[in-house]
């Protein structure tokens, strides 16, 4: 069993930056490829960035260019930089992880594991 915190969360102004961390538990975390989604109000969850085990990522079209995807497996963590934020950003962030370490996938039915979510607002 794997448990995922998020943390990072917060309001921000439009423009502004935030990083988002993934804590896991487990000893295999290197193995796991990771993913962010997001969910915002009234619309169903999306993707938004994956990074498997060997680092290559993938991000939805909505976000490339301004989040960023890392890991550190020292840490067992997985970030999310959010850079140059637009109001249309604000949603819950969830991140997620595969047993899968190959997986680099938009698809949520891809990853085993989810965590509870951080909030995330940008103001206009």
């Known amino acids: 069993q794997v448990q995922l915190v998020e943390s990072g969360g917060g309001l921000v102004q439009a423009g502004g930056s935030l990083r988002l961390s993934c804590a896991a538990s487990?000893?295999?975390?290197?193995?796991?490829?990771m993913a962010w989604f997001r969910q915002a109000p009234g619309k169903e969850r999306a993707f938004v960035a994956a990074?498997?085990?060997?680092?290559?990522?993938y991000y939805a079209d909505s976000v490339k260019g301004r989040f960023t995807i890392s890991r550190d497996n020292a840490k067992n963590t997985v970030y999310l930089q959010l850079n140059s934020l637009k109001p249309e950003d604000t949603a819950v962030y969830y991140c997620a992880a595969s047993i899968s370490p190959t997986v680099v996938s938009a698809r949520e039915s891809a990853y085993n594991y989810w965590g509870q979510g951080t909030q995330v607002t940008v103001s206009s």
């Open positions: 990074l498997n085990w060997s680092n290559s990522t």
């Open positions: 487990g000893r295999t975390f290197s193995n796991y490829a």
